[in-house]
């Protein structure tokens, strides 16, 4: 996939360099070359069964800007234009997500992406370099992130929008995530009484009832909550859970029992519940993000871009993960979404037409277009 990713970048006319965690970067110069390049793209890896447009759409639509700027306005850029494919930016394979374009806008550590390790023990730096896509085979120079410090990033993917043809969000959803381990122990089904057992698989599902439970509780404003266990892990001792509140502002304190421990808290939250079946629930790590807002001039610019220049962006957060909000630091950003079929995202199911898929690429290109002239 990288391969032909790389392929149809440079017979597009591009240059191609790739940094130390994996990040593929196609390029095409501007008249001004020196000037902060306008950078578009999203991913290409995706999670299990979650279908094929999530965030291949949006690498696929800036390609597409390239090639169609390479025959339509050749020489016509100000700025240098670039097309970036993230790396691992699901996190199916390496935890968290969100790591390699985070190391990218200075929020990991290099060194610390590299050593993370998956599921069945290989290093993410060592992968990278078995597959040629270290940065070290393929000519890339190291990235530094001033090197987007004045640019603009337009992201296009899949969305659960339904109606418009495209959207670009004003601000992404308040999210916070833990990950929890409950420990237990095995035991003979037969002679072991109910207040003697220690099923780890018991506790972990009695948590992610009541993590459900507080997505529902709070539903009606917008709150979502959602539990994933990466089945490996489940067979050597312990039932890991990664737990994500996304919109709430008070669930996730329920969720743990109100302290700072999972495994503790008032009768009926999950902790308590936990501990009365004689289980070991602990938080291992926790994080949240989300609170910042799109720029509101490549909000603008994609407005324009759409022909509605009086209308405002729909006042709604952004309804997938706010992968980008790490590169706010950085650079001014905005997304842009395009509809699919019954509102079915990051599922086999997924399904995008091309009816309702080209005009958020067409507000894509000429976005870009606009920003790469200034």
């Given amino acids: 996939m990288r391969d032909l990713f790389v392929t149809w970048c440079t017979e597009a ?15 095409r110069p501007g008249r001004d070359d020196h000037l902060p390049p ?7 890896d995706t999670q299990v069964a979650g279908g094929k447009y999530d965030g291949i759409v949006g690498v696929l639509a800036g390609l597409e800007v390239l090639r169609t700027l390479d025959d339509a306005a050749r020489g016509a850029r100000k700025r240098p234009l670039e097309l970036v494919c993230w790396t691992n930016e699901e996190g199916a394979r390496f935890t968290p997500p969100m790591v390699a374009s985070g190391a990218f806008a200075g929020v990991f550590d290099v060194d610390w992406v590299l050593a993370l390790r998956d599921d069945d023990g290989n290093v993410f730096g060592g992968e990278l370099e078995r597959i040629g896509y270290d940065g070290k085979s393929r000519g890339g120079r190291p990235r530094h992130r001033r090197l987007l410090r004045a640019a603009h990033r337009a992201g296009a993917r899949s ?3 339904r109606r418009c043809p495209s959207a670009s969000w004003w601000a992404a959803t308040r999210a916070r995530g833990m990950h929890v381990d409950v420990h237990g122990e095995t035991a003979h089904a037969g002679p072991t009484p109910m207040d003697r057992r220690r099923n780890a698989l018991v506790g972990a599902a009695m948590l992610a009832v009541a993590v459900n439970e507080v997505g529902w509780k709070y539903h009606a404003t917008e709150g979502k909550a959602t539990v994933a266990a990466p089945g490996g ?13 996304a919109h709430l502002r008070r669930a996730p304190r329920r969720a743990r029992g109100g302290r700072p421990d999972v495994g503790r808290g008032e009768s009926g939250d999950a902790g308590v519940r936990a501990a009365r079946q004689r289980r070991d629930a602990r938080r291992r790590a926790s994080g949240s ?3 910042e807002r799109f720029d509101p001039g490549c909000i603008r610019l994609i407005r324009e871009a759409a022909g509605a220049p009086g209308r405002p962006a729909p006042r709604h957060p952004e309804p997938g993960r706010p992968r980008r909000l790490l590169h706010l630091a950085i650079a001014p950003t905005a997304m842009i979404f395009t509809p699919c079929r019954d509102g079915i995202s990051h599922n086999e199911a997924e399904h995008a037409e091309l009816d309702y898929t080209v005009p958020g690429v067409n507000v894509l290109l000429h976005a870009v277009l606009a920003r790469a002239n200034r």
Avoid: E, K, W, Y
């Fill in 159 to 161: 969305s659960t929008a």
């Fill in 233 to 245: 892990l489940a067979q050597q001792g312990r039932h890991p859970l990664r737990v994500r509140a």
């Fill in 13 to 27: 006319g591009c240059t191609i360099s790739v940094d130390r965690v994996g990040n593929i970067f196609a390029r």
């Fill in 289 to 291: 993000f989300g609170s």
């Fill in 38 to 44: 306008v950078l578009m793209g999203s991913h290409l």
